[in-house]
């Protein structure tokens, strides 16, 4: 049994888990942002859930905890947990990154960063020794991308907080991890200026020349919360097409 939280609709990198990992047999419970959220996607759940969905704004204080108790008690303890989620003022994914608001840049790291730290932190009693938690990142965080912007100084320390969260919970016996993944067409990635043109751009760079489909990181998300992966943990793991290993690559016009 495991626990996805970020599922949005049917375009979301968290429904491409949550297919792959009920192809692989997994049961799952789902956390939404509210409950204009929870209503909107209750037929999807009701495809892979037999359990009512949790509400939880990981912006509000002690909500995680509550949530993570609630789950324990009408559910029981899980095998991993999925944390699909980010947020930033779509005003600020597009134009010049020192045009940050302070508001914002705490705001976008607070829930796209933080909470998972309290997700880790919460997770030593939901999660099972043997378990595991993965978190999702962007080659934004490794090198400057157009507009993603205060995302990217997120995603970079979300990546960080893998490696030091991979090491607290690991005497817990619980793996952490991230995927990379390539730019996927979804509500949060529709507010990053100009995502057309990065999706187009990422196709003739890519090795594999072609975008990554929900499918293909969803099965890298069920690998990694899998036993397969039972010796992989604070890495972040690239499910991007081969894109990130590109230096230069000529096209056409070179
Ligand atoms: N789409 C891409 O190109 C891409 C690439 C790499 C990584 N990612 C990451 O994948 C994850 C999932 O995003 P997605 O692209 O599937 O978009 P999405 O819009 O489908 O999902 C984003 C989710 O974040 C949730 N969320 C936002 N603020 C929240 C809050 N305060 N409390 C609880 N939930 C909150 C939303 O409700 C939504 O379910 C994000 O971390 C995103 O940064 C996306």
Do not use: W
Not at 31 to 36: A, G
Not at 227 to 254: P, Q, R, Y
């Amino acid at each position: 049994m495991g626990l996805i939280m970020g599922l949005a609709n049917k375009f979301s990198i968290a429904y491409g888990m949550a297919d792959s990992l009920k192809r692989h047999g997994a049961k799952l419970v789902f956390t939404s942002q509210t409950q204009y959220f929870k209503d909107k996607i209750a037929d999807i759940v009701s495809d892979f859930s037999d359990h009512d969905t949790f509400v939880c704004d990981v912006s509000n204080d002690g909500e995680i905890e509550r949530v993570f108790d609630d789950i324990l008690s009408k559910v029981g303890e899980l095998d991993f947990i999925v944390h699909s989620l980010a947020f930033s003022d779509k005003n600020e994914l597009i134009g010049k990154y020192y045009e940050t608001t302070r508001s914002n840049f705490l705001n976008a790291m607070n829930i796209s960063c933080y909470s998972f730290t309290e997700v880790c932190r919460n997770a030593r009693k939901l999660v099972k020794n043997g378990g595991s938690v993965l978190t999702m990142t962007y080659y934004g965080a490794e090198k400057v991308v157009p507009n993603y912007n205060v995302m990217a100084l997120a995603k970079s320390a979300l990546e960080t907080s893998v490696r030091y969260l991979a090491e607290d919970l690991g005497e817990f016996g619980i793996r952490v991890n991230a995927i990379s993944a390539g730019p996927i067409k979804t509500l949060a990635a529709s507010g990053v200026g100009e995502f057309s043109k990065i999706l187009a751009y990422e196709r003739t760079r890519s090795p594999l020349q072609r975008n990554v489909t929900q499918r293909d990181i969803g099965d890298a998300c069920t690998f990694l919360l899998s036993d397969m992966a039972s010796g992989i943990t604070g890495e972040i793991l690239h499910v991007d097409c081969g894109s990130n290993i590109i230096g230069v690559k000529f096209n056409n016009d070179n």
